[in-house]
């Protein structure tokens, strides 16, 4: 079975700052996928970065970036430049492809980020 | 270009009555899976229905059934509810054939007395 790990119940930082969220997964197999996704209070989950395991380099979105550790199992997301509207629950989640669908999403618990005025 | 929709909202219902909640993909859409999140919780995994079957399922007992239509909408039934069922019900859908990363709807919050 997958897990997946977030050890950062809540963070804080100022806007403009640039923070990062860690997870870390564990599983035995060799075709998966990465993703964080943001839920804000609206309750809207919001996808903000994909990542497929065989890729060795590292996906990017706007102000969004991952730093993919594949032999450490790990997956943080660094948020540059951070906004006020960036305040929201912020979820590692991880699937694994089967060449014809793919499995459910298995969730970390989530970091609570906030951004200060 | 539609996304994911859910309805109702919100629902209250009491113990050991039965709900049914609904799901409309995103267009071109042809998966759908649901989550459930309890409150401060990441989701879990019900389950996903395509071609109409359901294909994967979570650990979650048999009081929890779905259903997917022709169209590819679909919904969850949840039998003889239990005051552990509340919770925010999440339906994402995706592609089959691309593996297609998924795509959440707003969610029904489910409150039971």
């Known amino acids: 079975a997958q897990t997946v790990t977030q050890s950062q119940p809540e963070m804080s930082v100022q806007e403009a700052e640039t923070v990062t969220l860690s997870c870390t997964y564990d599983?035995?197999?060799?075709?998966?996928?990465l993703f964080w996704y943001k839920q804000p209070p609206s309750r809207q989950m919001i996808l903000v970065i994909r990542?497929?395991?065989?890729?060795?380099q590292n996906a990017t979105e706007n102000r969004f970036s991952v730093n993919f550790q594949k032999a450490a199992k790990s997956f943080s997301l660094k948020i540059s430049d951070s906004q006020l509207g960036d305040t929201a629950m912020y979820f590692c989640a991880f699937t694994v492809g089967r060449g014809g669908g793919a499995d459910g999403l298995t969730f970390g618990k989530g970091t609570h980020l906030i951004i200060q005025p | 270009d539609a996304g994911v929709t859910q309805s109702p909202t919100h629902l209250i219902k009491t113990r050991g009555q039965q709900v049914t909640l609904r799901c409309s993909p995103k267009?071109?859409?042809?998966?759908v899976s649901w989550y459930q999140q309890a409150l401060g919780q990441g989701p879990q995994f019900i389950f996903q229905?395509?071609?109409?079957?359901?294909?994967q399922r979570g650990n979650f007992p048999d009081r929890f059934s779905g259903h997917q239509f022709p169209n590819y909408s679909s919904e969850l039934n949840v039998n003889a509810l239990l005051l552990g069922d509340s919770a925010l019900y999440l339906c994402?859908?995706?592609?089959?054939?691309?593996?297609?990363?998924?795509?959440f709807g707003p969610g029904t919050r489910l409150l039971v007395l």
């Open positions: 990542q497929e395991a065989y890729k060795q």
């Open positions: 994402a859908s995706s592609l089959w054939e691309l593996q297609e990363t998924q795509y």
């Open positions: 229905y395509y071609e109409e079957e359901e294909r």
């Open positions: 267009s071109g859409h042809d998966t």
């Open positions: 599983t035995s197999e060799n075709n998966y996928y």
